[in-house]
Each structure stands twice: as C-alpha cells, then as structure tokens.
Nanobody, 114 residues
C-alpha cells in the first residue's frame, strides 16, 4: 500500500502562485510514476502533469505555467503553479502508480479568485 498526502492548496488571486506537495509513504519502492490531477465542480478529473523515469507530461492548459518535480530521496512530489487563472480552480489530487496498482490522495483545494 502507498499513502499519499497532499498539502499547499489555498486561495490565491489571479496571477499568483502556489506550490503543492504530495508526501508518499508506505510501500514506496517500485513507484513507476507520479502525477497531479484536478477536478473542478461539474467536470471530470483531468491530468495536470505527470513524471516518470522516461518522461514528463503536462496538460496543454498548464504548459509553461506549472512545473512538476519529484524528490525521490524524500518520496515527495511537487507542483509549482505560477500565473494562476480562475480556470485552475479545482481539487488537486496526487497520483502514484506502483506495479499494477494506482493510488490517490485525498486532494487539496486550489481556489483562484480576486
């Protein structure tokens, strides 16, 4: 089992920045990839960014504004979010793929509003 705990969400004005963190614990060996997803009210959950040993992916809507990073030594995943827009408002989830299973955190709320 892998436990994921997100933090760093909050209320920020348009154009502002936030840094999300996801701490992984438990059976963290053999985690192949990790990522951030988000879900806005009335919408489906969507991929924001993901990172593995092979590649880093970003949704087109966040490319150039968000940066994903993984600290393997600390089993922590980060998402630096800059130039935030109102449409970035959502519940942000951390995701980890280990062997044949996928794990999710509980989510951290990001609200972009003036």
């Amino acid at each position: 089992q892998v436990q994921l705990v997100e933090s760093g969400g909050g209320l920020v004005q348009p154009g502002g920045s936030l840094r999300l963190s996801c701490a992984a614990s438990g059976d963290t060996n053999y985690i192949r990839g990790m990522g951030w997803y988000r879900q806005a009210p009335g919408k489906e959950r969507e991929l924001v960014a993901s990172v593995s040993s092979e590649r880093t992916n970003y949704a087109a809507s966040v490319q150039g504004r968000f940066t994903i990073a993984r600290d393997n030594a600390k089993n922590t995943l980060f998402l630096q979010m800059n130039s935030l827009k109102s449409e970035d408002t959502a519940l942000y989830y951390c995701n980890a793929k280990r062997l044949l299973q996928t794990y999710w955190g509980q989510g951290t709320q990001v609200t972009v509003s003036s």
